[in-house]
């Protein structure tokens, strides 16, 4: 029976990975460093062994979490697997061999379930081979062993190749859809006067339409594997400078096309309002896009909220006096004042906390969502990341820093697991996914033609445009 440990939010909740709370045994592992029973740091080498279980014990669910989401600065997951596998297999040949079955029957419970919690937890980390062929081999020895470890690491097997298919599939859809909206942003080069519908002839209600782009964000954060907040800043290691720790190739894309996502909603709420020829269709979309924005503040949708003001105040759009003159701007001013970037986004983060609160009490899926402004929480997660990488003098690796990082990821892993309460409409997320957006040249193209340049600079923009 494993040693069972809280959910994953509650367990960061202490200041510092704690040997009494979190240990089933006097840990006299070398090379570890700690401090009021804190564990500080450590080489390498002592890490990892902390990682491997034996006879009697069993890492807990936190260091696991920890260790396998930080240790990728310092070395690849399949050099890390190797040296697991390498350890497990030491312990075996270390045992008396008439112990041999029954030290099986041990520890092969433990392993099962530190394989089930990296297979689960890092799933993309077994899309590569040398990884898939270490977990594999790893398995083949378990379950050589006995009938029903065989049972249990097929399941296993299965659950890891069903979630890769998964994201590969994702994947797909994502380059379909970029596809598709860049073959016909050529269409849109100069001001189409022959656009007939706009966002609010596909969804006139700005309710339907928060909660469909409640549905795109909580998709899209589901498919960020925590390892790309790691991967997205690998430096190269300290102690080599040929070598950067984590290859050649990123492992970062649903975290790149999260980001383009956001991107490409400001984009579009800066076309729906400069597309109108018409001051007051401009100023009702504008008014439109205010009430989508206050109804994802209420959901908990910052990300896009977020990306709705950034569109707001595209110069294109915010240049647009007359427009603006039509529009009740109240409601636009207490948003803008929640998302305001002085102090570090204090306002944000009074109301991310509250949202977090409120999410740990729900009762229902809909209370519990969560979707953080998203460049700001790379930017927090970038600053904890420069700590981590760096060794300290003796050697050791920063395990507090990895802490610290473990604490804010894990709190994201919880966002990305609430289900999405609301229905889907496809007509709505078919629209919002791939309908053209204009360009940088084309906003300011449409919004001259809307309200004249007031300067020399407009004027020449206007004119080198034309």
């Not at 984590?246 to 729906?272: M, P």
């Not at 990821?409 to 697991?417: A, D, N, P, Y």
């Not at 078919?430 to 033609?449: H, R």
Request: hydrophobic share 35%; proline share 4%.
């Amino acid at each position: 029976k494993m040693p069972q440990t809280p959910p994953f939010a509650a367990m960061f909740d202490s200041s510092g990975y704690n040997r009494n709370l979190y240990q089933s045994k006097e840990d006299n592992c070398g090379g570890l460093y700690y401090h009021d029973n804190n564990l500080l740091s450590g080489s390498l080498e002592a890490l990892i062994q902390h990682l491997v279980p034996n006879v009697d014990y069993y890492p807990d669910r936190t260091y696991i979490f920890t260790f396998l989401l930080s240790s990728r600065l310092f070395m690849h997951p399949y050099e890390l697997m190797a040296k697991v596998c390498h350890l497990c297999i030491e312990q075996q040949r270390l045992s008396e061999p008439a112990l041999d079955k029954n030290w099986m029957q041990k520890i092969a419970p433990k392993i099962l379930q530190l394989l089930t919690e990296w297979t689960e937890t890092f799933p993309y980390d077994f899309r590569d081979e040398r990884m898939m062929r270490n977990l594999k081999e790893l398995a083949q020895r378990i379950a050589s062993g006995d009938e029903m470890y065989r049972k249990n690491i097929q399941q296993l097997l299965q659950n890891l190749i069903r979630k890769l298919a998964a994201v590969s599939q994702y994947e797909e859809v994502l380059a379909k859809i970029d596809a598709t909206s860049t073959d016909r942003l050529t269409v849109l080069k100069t001001k189409p006067q022959s656009i007939q519908r706009d966002i609010t002839t596909v969804c006139n209600d700005p309710y339907v339409l928060a909660q469909q782009l409640t549905h795109i964000e909580l998709e899209r954060l589901n498919y960020i594997g925590p390892e790309e907040f790691i991967q997205a800043f690998v430096q190269k290691d300290p102690l080599n400078n040929d070598k950067s720790c984590y290859g050649d190739q990123k492992k970062t894309r649903n975290l790149e096309a999260y980001v383009e996502w956001f991107n490409r909603l400001s984009y579009l709420v800066a076309t729906e309002i400069c597309m109108h020829v018409k001051k007051k269709h401009r100023a009702r979309v504008i008014e439109y896009f205010i009430d989508v924005a206050r109804e994802c503040f209420n959901i908990g949708n910052f990300n896009s909220l977020m990306a709705i003001i950034s569109g707001m105040n595209m110069t294109p759009v915010s240049r647009l006096k007359k427009t603006w003159a039509k529009v009740k701007t109240a409601k636009f001013d207490i948003l803008e004042h929640q998302m305001d970037p002085s102090s570090n986004f204090y306002n944000y983060r009074t109301a991310l906390r509250g949202a977090t609160q409120r999410s740990l009490t729900a009762h229902s899926n809909r209370e519990k969502i969560v979707i953080p402004f998203f460049s700001l929480l790379i930017k927090d997660i970038y600053f904890l990341n420069e700590g981590c990488a760096n060794r300290l003098p003796n050697g050791h690796v920063n395990f507090e820093k990895f802490w610290e990082l473990a604490k804010q990821v894990s709190e994201f892993m919880t966002w990305k697991q609430v289900e999405c309460p609301f229905e889907r409409d496809w007509k709505i997320l078919q629209y919002l996914l791939t309908v053209p957006v204009f360009s940088d040249d084309a906003l300011y193209l449409a919004s001259y033609e809307s309200e004249s340049p007031e300067n020399h600079i407009e004027k020449d923009r206007w004119k080198t445009l034309r």
